[in-house]
C-alpha cells in the first residue's frame, strides 16, 4: 500500500543534542510537510516543500530545519532541542500544484522526549 | 487572523449519533475537512466538503457546513466504541500557501 512512513516512532534525545527525524513516502507526492503537535495541541505547521522549493513559517524557530534530498524522503533537523521542543511530529504529503495543493495524508508520527 | 475552534470533549453511548462542532474564521476557505486521530497515531483523513456545497453524506459520517455562520459539523451515525479518538476539523487557509489550519481538536468518548 502506498503510504507516508516516519522513523524512529519515539525518540529520545538530550538538552542540546541535535536530532534527525525521518520521512518518506511512496505516495509519489511532491508536497511534503512537517507538523508539530504538543500534547493537547492542535497540530502546528512547521514547513513544507513543494517539489524542491522550501517554505518555511513565519513564526518557525531558526532552531528546526530541513531537507529534502529526493521525492521520497525529507528530514527534519533539531539543532538544539530544549525542554519545550518535546512533542508529536507529524509528516504529511500530497499532491498539487503551485497554486492548489490537494488532500494531506499523514504519517504515524515521531514521539520526541526531550532529557 | 486564522481560528478554528471546537469544543474539547464530547461523550455518548454507544450505538448513539454524535455531532462535532467546529467554527471557523476564514472566509475564502475553499475545502474543510475533518481528521481523526487514535492515541498515539497519525492523522487519518474522514471526510471534507467543498465550500460551495452544504452537505456531504459519506456512509456513518455527514458534514455539514454553514458558510454563513463559517460553522462546520461532523455527525457520526450509530457511534462504535471504535470511534473513539480525538478529531480535528481544518479548514484550507486560502492564502497563498494553501496550508491547513487545524482547530483544537474534540475528544469523543464512547461508552458502551
Known amino acids: 500500500d502506498a503510504m507516508v512512513i516516519q522513523n524512529p516512532r519515539y525518540q529520545v534525545t538530550q538538552f542540546g543534542k541535535p536530532v534527525t527525524l525521518s520521512c518518506s513516502q511512496t505516495l509519489n507526492h511532491n508536497v511534503m510537510y512537517w507538523y508539530q503537535q504538543k500534547s493537547s495541541q492542535a497540530p502546528k505547521l512547521l514547513f513544507h516543500?513543494?517539489?524542491?522549493?522550501?517554505?518555511n513559517e513565519a513564526d518557525t524557530p531558526d532552531n528546526f530545519q530541513s531537507r529534502r534530498p529526493n521525492t521520497s524522503f525529507c528530514f527534519l533537523d533539531i539543532r538544539s532541542p530544549g525542554l519545550g521542543d518535546a512533542a508529536m511530529y507529524l509528516c504529511?504529503?500530497?499532491?498539487?500544484?503551485?497554486?492548489?495543493?490537494?488532500?494531506?495524508?499523514f504519517g504515524p508520527g515521531t514521539r520526541l522526549t526531550v532529557l | 487572523g486564522e481560528d478554528v475552534e471546537q469544543s474539547l470533549f464530547l461523550s455518548v453511548r454507544e450505538g448513539d449519533s454524535s455531532v462535532i462542532n467546529c467554527t471557523y474564521t476564514?472566509?475564502?476557505?475553499?475545502?474543510l475537512y475533518w481528521y481523526k486521530q487514535e492515541p498515539g497515531a497519525g492523522l487519518q483523513l474522514l471526510t471534507y466538503?467543498?465550500?460551495?456545497?452544504d452537505m456531504k453524506q459519506d456512509q456513518r459520517l455527514t458534514v455539514l457546513l454553514n458558510k454563513k455562520d463559517k460553522h462546520l459539523s461532523l455527525r457520526i451515525a450509530d457511534t462504535q466504541t471504535g470511534d473513539s479518538a480525538i478529531y480535528f476539523c481544518?479548514?484550507?487557509?486560502?492564502?497563498?500557501?494553501?496550508?491547513?489550519?487545524f482547530g483544537t481538536g474534540t475528544l469523543l468518548a464512547v461508552q458502551p
Open positions: 504529511a504529503t500530497s499532491s498539487g500544484t503551485q497554486s492548489s495543493y490537494n488532500e494531506q495524508f
Open positions: 481544518a479548514e484550507k487557509y486560502g492564502g497563498a500557501t494553501n496550508k491547513l489550519i
Open positions: 466538503i467543498f465550500s460551495n456545497m
Open positions: 476564514d472566509s475564502s476557505s475553499t475545502y
Open positions: 516543500y513543494y517539489d524542491k522549493d522550501f517554505n
